[in-house]
């Protein structure tokens, strides 16, 4: 953009203030005159005020920004010159998939389509299954085929020792995952 069309946007911005400071100025007048009944001068005065103020205020609030003028010219950036336009990457949502390592239970990478509403279990209440469900944890299945060595795991990211076996999730969850 050049500096002259930056002015001129400037100068159509700083019109239109002063314009609207002008209504402004009137309006008050008039309802000085109307409404509240003073004499035609004294409200003259006041709306005279309102639009000396308003056109100074107006323009330093709504003519700042990109319509305003940069101090110093921007120089373009190395990009901004290539020929060819930068696309960006499309990627493709990740699609849920179970994961299983040694130690660890099965966890999904992504919440799946059918979640189950794990605040079933007794013991487990919003908070905790929010926990789950950021473990990778959503279905009854996972829970009802862990194993020591998985709820060992789950227990110590939950920081709830002893919390699975002693409400036995995986009992219930083996109930709630038959239906």
């Known amino acids: 953009m050049s500096t002259e069309n930056d002015t001129s946007m400037l100068n159509?911005?700083?019109a239109v203030c002063?314009?609207?400071?002008?209504?402004?100025g009137l309006f008050i007048a008039s309802v000085c005159?109307?409404?509240?009944?003073?004499?035609?001068l004294v409200?003259?005065?006041?709306?005279?005020?309102?639009?000396?103020?308003?056109g100074y205020l107006f323009p330093q609030v709504f003519c700042t920004g990109s319509d305003a003028v940069p101090a110093e010219p921007v120089a373009p950036t190395p990009a901004a010159t290539s020929a060819a336009p930068v696309m960006p990457e499309v990627v493709a949502e990740p699609v849920p998939e179970v994961t299983k390592s040694v130690g660890k239970p099965k966890l999904y990478?992504?919440?799946?389509?059918?979640?189950d509403d794990l605040k079933v279990i007794s013991g487990v209440g919003p908070a905790l299954e929010k926990k789950l469900n950021d473990l990778g944890v959503y279905r009854f299945e996972q829970i009802a085929s862990w194993k020591k060595a998985d709820i060992e795991w789950v227990d110590d990211q939950l920081k709830f020792k002893g919390r699975i076996e002693r409400d036995d999730w995986v009992k219930?969850?083996?109930?709630?995952?038959?239906?």
């Open 109 to 115: 990478g992504a919440a799946p389509d059918n979640v």
């Open 33 to 40: 005159v109307y409404w509240v009944g003073l004499h035609g």
């Open 172 to 179: 219930q969850a083996k109930t709630l995952a038959k239906g």
């Open 18 to 24: 002063w314009i609207l400071a002008f209504a402004a």
């Open 12 to 14: 159509t911005c700083n």
């Open 43 to 54: 409200s003259a005065v006041i709306g005279l005020v309102a639009l000396l103020g308003a």
